[in-house]
C-alpha cells in the first residue's frame, strides 16, 4: 500500500499577461493622435506657448475711477485684484501677473494680444434691463484726448464727468414723460465709437433709465430700470447655439432672479430686454415666449474667445470699482531665451549623465529605460503645446523645472523595477521568469510613488499663486505619464527582451554579475546539501557500528 504524496505548498505565479504588443501600441496610437491634433488643428505650429520670463508679454495699466473722485481704498483694490487673478486661474495656468501699484492695477499676459489683459480688468457689471426704445447712433465727431496725469484733479475731472453723463443720460424710476423726451433726445448726441472713452462705462445708476450704446456703436438704446442685478448670476458659460450656429453665453440665475424670470418673459412676450455689460449693450433680444429653462442665452456677434471671456467674466462677479485702460505696451522678457537655453542645457546635461549611468549600469535595461525617456519627453512636448492652444498653458522656467524633475521621477520608476527583477534573479530564477515576478513587487511600488508625488502636486497647485502653480502643473502631468509610460512602453519591452534569445545573455542585459551571485548562491546550497546528507550518513553507520 502506497502513501499518498503531500502536496507541497508553491509561491502563486502571476497571472497571465497582457501580450505586450497591445500596450504598446495603445500607446503609439496616443501618441499620433497628440502629434495629429498638433498638425491639423490650431494652425499647425508645434511650438509651445512660453511666458512672461522668457518672451516678454504686454502690460496693460488699469487706473481706478470712483464716481466720487475719490481715491480707491486698499480694500477695493484688494478685492479687484483677487477677482482679476480668479479670472485668470480660470483661463488655465496662463503665466498672467496682477500687481497693486498704488491706485492702479497693473494687468501682464504673456504675448503681444493686449486685448487679454483689458478683458481682465473689466468691471463686468451686468443688469437686465427693459428696452422703451433704440435708434441708429448717430456718428459724432472725434473728441481731442484728455491727457492721462495720475493726480487728485484727474480724479476730480474724472467725477466731474461721471456726473455730468448721469445727468445727461439717466433719469429716476419715476421720471415723467418730458424728461423721458430729453433723454429720447440725447440719443442722437451719443458717441457711440468703441474707442470713444465714454466716462459712464461701469458707473451708470442701476436703478434709473439710461441711454447706452450697443457694443459694436452701431445702435442707442433707452433702457429701463434694471430688473435683475449681475450678483444673481449662478454660473455662466460658452458654447455654439444649436439655432443661429454662433457663439453665445449661457446664464443662469439665482435665488429671487430665477423665480421672477420665467414670470417676467410670460408678461412681456413680444418686447425687448437688453442685457448690458458695464453700461454697453451686449443683446437685446425679443422675448418669443416665457422662458422657464433653468438657463438663458445670451446672443451677440460673439467669437469663440469673446464668448469664452464673457462667460469668465460673468462667473466670477464683477469689479468693486470701474476701471480706465491705458494702451497696452510690450514687456521685455524678465529672464530672457539665455535662461531658457540654460535651463534646457541643465536638464540635458542630466539626462546624458543618467543615460550614460543607466548603460554603464544596466546595459540593455538601460537602452530600454533611455527609450523609454525620450518617449515619455516626446508625449510631454506634445501636450505642452496642446494645452497652450486650449486652456492658454504658458511653459515659464518655473515649468520647466516641474518637467526635469517629473522626468527624474520617471527614472527613478525604471530603477525599480529593474531592482525587483535583480532580486527575482538572486533567488535563482532567469530572466525570463523574473520579469513577472519583480513587476507584480514594483508596480505597487511605482503606484504608490507616483501617487504620493501626484497628490503633492495638487496641494502646491491649489495654494500657490504665480509661477509656482506652473511648476505644481508640469509636475502633476509629469507624475502621471511616468505612470503611462511604466506601464505602456517600459514594462513590454522588457518583456520582449525576455524573449530575445540574445538580450537574454547575462552578459547583454547587465544582469551578469546578478546571475553570477545566484549560481554561487545555488552552488552554496548543493554543497551544503551535500555536506549534511553526508553528515547524516556518517552519523548512521558510527550508530549502526555501535550496535
Known sequence: MTTPRRATA??????????????????????????????????????????????????????????????????????????????????????????????NLIITVPGDDGRQARTLGQTARLYVRPVVTVVPATPQKSKPPVPDNNDESTSQESARQIDEQQKLRQAPANADQTR????????????CKPDSGDPLL??????????????????????????????????????MSQQSGGWVVNVEFKGAARDFW???????????????????????????????????????????SEADDLANVLKYGSLPLSFKSSDSESVSATLGLA????????????????????????????????????????????????????????????????????????????????????????????????????????????????????????????LAVGEVRGFAFTLGLTTILDVVIVFLVTHPLVVLATRSEFLSRPSVNGLGAVSEVARSRREARRTAVARHAAAQNAAAQNEGAQR
Open 202 to 239: 461701469g458707473n451708470d445708476k442701476s436703478d434709473q433709465y439710461l441711454v447706452s450704446c450697443s457694443t459694436d456703436g452701431k445702435e442707442v438704446y433707452l433702457l429701463g430700470p434694471q430688473i435683475i442685478d449681475g450678483r444673481d448670476v449662478k454660473t455662466a458659460s460658452s458654447n
Open 262 to 304: 420665467p414670470k417676467y418673459t410670460a408678461q412681456n412676450t413680444g418686447k425687448q430686454t437688453a442685457f448690458t455689460l458695464d453700461s454697453r449693450v451686449v443683446s437685446a433680444p425679443s422675448i418669443n415666449g416665457a422662458i422657464t429653462t433653468p438657463s438663458t442665452e445670451i446672443s451677440g456677434s460673439f467669437t469663440q
Open 180 to 191: 423721458l423726451g430729453e433723454l429720447q433726445a440725447q440719443m442722437a448726441k451719443v458717441d
Open 339 to 462: 535662461s531658457l537655453k540654460a535651463g534646457l542645457i541643465a536638464g540635458l546635461v542630466g539626462l546624458i549623465a543618467v543615460a550614460i549611468y543607466a548603460l554603464a549600469y544596466y546595459r540593455m535595461l538601460g537602452f530600454l529605460s533611455i527609450a523609454s525617456l525620450i518617449l515619455a519627453g516626446a508625449m510631454v512636448y506634445g501636450i505642452i503645446v496642446l494645452l497652450g492652444r486650449w486652456i492658454g498653458f504658458t511653459l515659464d522656467l518655473a515649468g520647466i523645472a516641474g518637467l526635469i524633475i517629473g522626468i527624474g521621477m520617471t527614472a527613478d520608476s525604471f530603477v525599480v523595477y529593474f531592482e525587483r527583477i535583480k532580486d527575482e534573479i538572486r533567488d535563482g530564477r532567469t530572466f525570463r521568469s523574473a520579469v513577472p515576478r519583480g513587476w507584480v513587487s514594483a508596480r505597487r511600488t511605482v503606484w504608490t510613488g507616483n501617487a504620493v508625488s501626484l497628490i503633492a502636486a495638487v496641494v502646491i497647485y491649489i
Open 10 to 103: 508553491k509561491r502563486s505565479a502571476p497571472g497571465r499577461e497582457v501580450p505586450p504588443w497591445q500596450p504598446l501600441l495603445a500607446f503609439f496610437v496616443l501618441l499620433a493622435v497628440v502629434y495629429g491634433l498638433i498638425a491639423f488643428t490650431g494652425g499647425g505650429s508645434f511650438e509651445p506657448k512660453l511666458g512672461i520670463d522668457l518672451q516678454g508679454g504686454t502690460r496693460v495699466t488699469l487706473t481706478a475711477r470712483t464716481e466720487d473722485g475719490q481715491k480707491p481704498t486698499k480694500e477695493q483694490l484688494d478685492q479687484a485684484k483677487q477677482i482679476i487673478e480668479t479670472r485668470v486661474n480660470a483661463r488655465g495656468v496662463a503665466g498672467s501677473e496682477v500687481v497693486i501699484n498704488g491706485d
